[in-house]
C-alpha cells in the first residue's frame, strides 16, 4: 500500500504559475522543465509499484535529517526484509558511463552522477535508522524508468535497474516472502512523522503582485488565452474546458500559494481574474466554499 502519497513540488508548481505570468529567466525556465519531468518519471514508477501484491509500505517524496545532513528519498519501500530505496531518474537518450561518471553522449557533457546521490542517500538513511534504533537491511538502486535511456559501458554490478528490467525486477520483488506486523507499522508512521516540509522560496525568482499579468491560467497548459463563455473557462491554445467555478477556485489556490500573508476578497480575486469574470460569480463561489471572517467592508475568506 501507499503509506505517504507523492505530490507534485511545490516549487514546480508555482514555477508553473509565474512562467505563465511573466518572463522566467532561461535558468529559471530550465528548472521548471527539470522538476516536471523528475515528477513525471516518479509517476510512473509509482504504477508499477502499486500493482505489487505483497505486503508492504511504500512512502514517497521522504525529506529526512540525519545529524543535521538533510536527504531526499525518492521512494522507500518497507516490506519483511529489506527496505528498498529507489533513486528514480526520467533520463532520455544515449549516455556513457567512465571512470565512475555518467556523460551525454552527443554532447559529452558531464552531469550528475545519480549513483552518489544514491550512496549518500543510503548512508544517511543507515545512520537515521540507527539512530532510531533500528537495524535493517537496505536495498539501494537508481531506476531509469523512461524507455528512450540508454547506457553504454557500465560494469554489470553497479547497483542500476534499467528500463527493460522493471518488470522482472517487479516480479522479483513480488515473490519475495513479506509480512508486515507492528513493527513495520511503526517504522513507515515514525519516517512519515519526521518527513520535512520543504520551502521552495529560496529557489524561486523574485516577483511582487503587480509585476504578474492577471486572468484565468488553463488549468492544462497554464496559458493565459482563455475565455469565459457560459459559466466555463476555455483555453484558446490547448482546447480544455473547465468549469468556471473550479478556474475561479484555482486562482483562488494560486494567491495564496504565490502570496501566504495575502487576503482573500471578492476584489482582490475579480482582480487577479483579469476581471473576466463578474464580482457575482465570484462572491458567490467564494461564498459557497470558503468561510468569510468579519462582516464589514474588511471582511475576508478563508
Not at 506486523?181 to 523574485?206: E, I, R, T, W, Y
Not at 492577471?214 to 474546458?241: M, Q
Not at 473576466?276 to 462582516?295: D, E, F, H, P, Y
Request: proline residues 5%; aromatic residues 10%; hydrophobic residues 40%.
Amino acid at each position: 500500500m501507499c503509506y505517504k502519497p507523492r505530490a507534485k513540488p511545490m516549487e514546480a508548481i508555482i514555477l508553473e504559475f509565474l512562467n505563465g505570468r511573466m518572463f522566467l529567466a532561461e535558468k529559471d525556465k530550465q528548472r521548471l522543465h527539470y522538476l516536471v519531468k523528475g515528477y513525471e518519471g516518479e509517476v510512473m514508477f509509482d504504477a508499477l509499484t502499486e500493482k505489487l501484491h505483497c505486503q508492504r509500505y511504500t512512502l514517497n517524496d521522504l525529506l529526512l535529517d540525519s545529524s543535521g545532513s538533510t536527504f531526499q528519498i525518492d521512494s522507500l519501500m518497507v516490506t519483511q526484509e529489506p527496505l528498498y530505496l529507489f533513486e528514480v531518474k526520467n533520463f532520455e537518450g544515449d549516455y556513457f558511463y567512465e571512470n565512475g561518471r555518467f556523460h551525454l553522449v552527443y554532447k559529452d557533457k558531464e552531469i550528475k552522477n545519480p549513483l552518489q546521490q544514491l550512496e549518500r542517500s543510503e548512508s544517511l538513511l543507515r545512520q537515521f535508522l540507527q539512530n532510531l534504533g533500528y537495524k535493517l537491511p537496505i536495498e539501494a538502486y537508481v531506476v531509469f524508468i523512461n524507455p528512450e535511456f540508454h547506457l553504454y559501458q557500465a560494469p554489470q554490478n553497479l547497483p542500476i535497474i534499467y528500463p527493460n528490467q522493471l518488470n522482472r525486477f517487479m516480479n522479483k520483488v513480488n515473490k519475495r516472502p513479506s509480512t508486515l506486523n507492528g513493527f513495520h507499522k511503526k517504522l513507515a508512521d515514525q519516517l512519515v512523522s519526521m518527513h520535512q516540509v520543504k520551502s521552495p522560496n529560496d529557489k524561486l525568482p523574485p516577483y511582487d503582485y503587480a509585476g504578474l499579468k492577471k486572468g484565468n491560467l488553463c488549468a492544462a497548459c497554464h496559458s493565459l488565452k482563455t475565455s469565459v463563455v457560459e459559466r466555463k473557462l476555455f483555453c484558446d491554445v490547448c482546447g480544455h474546458i473547465e468549469l468556471l467555478d473550479h478556474a475561479v477556485l484555482r486562482g483562488v489556490e494560486e494567491l495564496r500559494l504565490l502570496f501566504p500573508g495575502m487576503k482573500i476578497t471578492t476584489v482582490v480575486v475579480y482582480d487577479w481574474c483579469g476581471m473576466a469574470v463578474s464580482m457575482k460569480t465570484i462572491r458567490r463561489v467564494l461564498m459557497q466554499n470558503l468561510r468569510i471572517s468579519g462582516k464589514t467592508k474588511g471582511s475576508f475568506f478563508m
